[in-house]
């Protein structure tokens, strides 16, 4: 297992900003002196504040820029390299734990379909480390898909297609040893594509934003409803939580292994 090096991210606790690359990101407004105050401890080219949560389909934040103009930038985490736009991508360093977990979860044998790539977010990590065979990396939005083919050519991968499409209309069948579903929100509308996706035995990375009371119930029930109409059976599974969302919410990931009945 290679251990974290050169992650440039930094988290101010007093602060609240996250550096991502060589940008800063805040949360709420700053006046002038805390400007300088971060510019001075992390020499950032830009600061940016993030002015709504972060919601929508391409989960596009919303943002005023209150230092330098540049919004490019390329963040180094876990030896892999990032280059996204953070005034139109999110970065969420609340995953930073999954991402490295995702690392090294296939292995040389297995396909992999990331049905919501975004820019690389588990398919660099994982194709980097795991070196499976092949990651069929799927995103929807044209910017995101501009900067996961950027980060692709960065890392020097050739084990990494990627494809510019809703998910759903993507014609891969029976082809997945493994399925990642990095994405919140109605996720189980899109089980039964993963299903397709799905060899006759394979496994479900399933992300969920669930409230605690029924964290260990509902991602489980809906997995079995999805299972059955698509003719597998649940072998096993195991549930990790990712980060608090909200009070009482948890982000959380089942990794639910399945075989064709
Ligand atoms: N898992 C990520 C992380 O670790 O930070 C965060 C989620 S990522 C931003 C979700 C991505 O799914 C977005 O880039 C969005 O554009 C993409 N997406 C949403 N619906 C999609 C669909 N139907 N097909 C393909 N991509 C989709």
Known sequence: MCKIFNSYIEKDEIMKYQKVGDVVIVKKELNKDEINEIINKTKCKTIVLYTTQITGEFRAP?????Y???TETIHKEYGCLFKLDVSKIMWSQGNIKERVRMAHISNENETVIDMFAGIGYFTIPL???SK???VYAIEKNPIAYHYLCENIKLNKLNNVTPILSDNREVKLKDVADRVIMGYVHKTHKFLDKAFEFLKDRGVIHY????????MFERPIERLKFYSKKNNYKLLNYKI??????????????VDAEFKKL
């Open 62 to 66: 919303h943002i005023k820029i209150l």
């Open 68 to 70: 330098g103009s540049e």
């Open 127 to 129: 194709a980097k480390y």
């Open 132 to 134: 499976p065979k092949l």
């Open 207 to 214: 992300h969920e934003t669930v409230a605690e009371k029924i």
């Open 240 to 253: 990790v939580k990712i980060k608090k969302y909200a009070p009482g919410v948890w982000h959380i990931v």
